[in-house]
């Protein structure tokens, strides 16, 4: 970011555009090429906190569906469960086969919660992270565009940026 305020001020908004023609990240690009084509600063603002918004919407919903499935996994091991009880009742007659209906009982439970709570729940809450630590990342590059857009100091950038990475 203080790079590309260098650039900035050095060759004015138009030395940005190879900056941001060779930028990988589409965020950081969009942003840049706002600020090459001249677009005030209020707009680039509202250009890229829709694009921010909605992309924090999507990664979060991604979250959400591990976190329900990490929900459904134990009601599911209790249905398996339950299934095995019902072998048994089946069985009653014959002492010989209660063990493995049981077996099943249990193997289900355990299979249902074990599959929530370490798989399905971490990976929701991995996902969730991550979004809200990408979701952070574009607003400092929002604010760090806005205020090249804005002219100001690239040490001045840099000190206000630094608060993003605590």
Known sequence: MVGWSMAARKEGLLGLEPI??????????KGLQLLVDGAEPEAIRSILEVDLYTQE???????????????????IGIIGAVMGLIHVMGNLADP???GGGIAVAFVATIYG??????LLLPIGNKLKS???RQSRYREMLLEGILSIGE??????????????MD
């Open 96 to 98: 010989s086969q209660l």
């Open 130 to 132: 991550i979004a809200m």
């Open 57 to 75: 919407a999507r990664d979060i919903q991604a979250a959400k569906v591990f976190e329900s499935m990490g929900g459904y996994a134990p009601t």
């Open 20 to 29: 941001a023609d060779s930028e990988p990240d589409p965020y950081a690009r």
């Open 151 to 164: 002219g100001e100091n690239p040490r001045s950038i840099e000190l206000k940026l630094q608060g993003f």
């Open 113 to 118: 919660v074990g599959f929530a709570n370490l």
